[in-house]
């Protein structure tokens, strides 16, 4: 649900979203950008399927499938908000792309966390880097770049 602040200090409701899935619990969101600019949300949680949003049009524009469990953080990258990543229970950090929807990189497996992983950023200026921690008590710095 999206909100405005009132000048007599109440709230109204600008819009809202509700899941199809009546199980589904958002835990995070970021925003991304359509092609022509159109604001996206990127939101994810319970059922591990991570949903974008349409601002516009107040509608479903995609899901994204592959975590295996929750997804607990979700990031797009600043330089470039066609692109996200998410965190998950499973055990992996992913990347994507909001626009083709597909799973660019999987980071995960040997030399990956080891049990949940809570948190994920992009470097603030090196469009290739990506950190991640989780409760396998790790802070891990990824490289895209060979």
Wanted: aromatic share 8%.
């Amino acid at each position: 649900t999206t909100y405005r602040g009132l000048p007599d200090g109440n709230l109204a409701v600008l819009q809202a979203y509700i899941d199809a899935d009546d199980a589904q619990s958002f835990y995070t969101l970021s925003w991304a950008c359509d092609l022509d600019g159109t604001p996206l949300l990127v939101a994810a949680g319970s059922n591990a399927v991570i949903r974008v949003i349409n601002c516009a049009t107040e509608k479903l524009f995609k899901s994204f499938l592959g975590h295996g469990d929750s997804i607990n953080e979700i990031r797009t990258q600043p330089l470039k908000p066609s692109l996200f990543i998410s965190a998950s229970k499973d055990e992996s950090v992913r990347l994507w792309n909001v626009h083709t929807g597909i799973c660019i990189l999987i980071f995960a497996g040997g030399g990956g966390h080891r049990n949940e992983v809570l948190s994920v950023d992009f470097h603030p200026s090196d469009i290739y880097r990506i950190a991640s921690c989780g409760m396998d008590n790790t802070v891990k710095i990824w490289s895209m770049k060979g």
